[in-house]
C-alpha cells in the first residue's frame, strides 16, 4: 500500500527565494536517489507566504524509511535549516488507491 505523507514547513520571513531553491535542489536529490518516492512536491500557502507543504507519496514503508537516510538528502536539507521558521509538522496517511 502507499503512503502519503504532508509536511507543513515555515521559512523566515524573506527567506523565501532562498528557502524554494534550497528546496528545489532536495526535490532533485529525492529524484535522482529514491525510485519508489512516487512525488515529492513543495506548495505554497495562499493565506500565509511563509508557509509551505510538502506533498510526498511512497510506494512503500522501506521507501520512506529509505528517505532521509543517506548522506546526500541529509546535506542538502541541512542547508534549509536556517531558512526554517521552526520544527516541520508532519502527518501520515495511507493512500486509497
Known amino acids: 500500500m502507499a503512503i502519503g505523507i504532508v509536511a507543513k ?3 523566515k520571513e524573506g527567506a523565501n527565494a532562498e528557502f524554494e531553491a ?17 512525488f515529492y512536491l513543495l506548495n505554497k500557502s495562499r493565506d500565509d ?3 509551505y507543504y510538502v ?8 521507501a520512506i ?5 543517506y548522506e546526500e538528502f541529509r546535506q542538502t536539507s541541512k542547508a534549509l535549516g536556517p531558512l ?3 520544527r516541520p509538522e508532519i502527518t501520515i496517511m495511507d493512500q486509497i488507491d
Open 9 to 11: 514547513l515555515r521559512c
Open 22 to 38: 534550497g528546496f528545489k535542489k532536495l526535490q532533485k536529490v529525492v529524484k535522482e536517489n529514491e525510485p519508489d518516492c512516487l
Open 49 to 51: 507566504d511563509t508557509t
Open 55 to 62: 506533498m510526498e507519496s511512497y510506494a512503500n514503508a522501506k
Open 65 to 69: 524509511e529509505f528517505h532521509g537516510s
Open 84 to 86: 526554517s521558521g521552526g
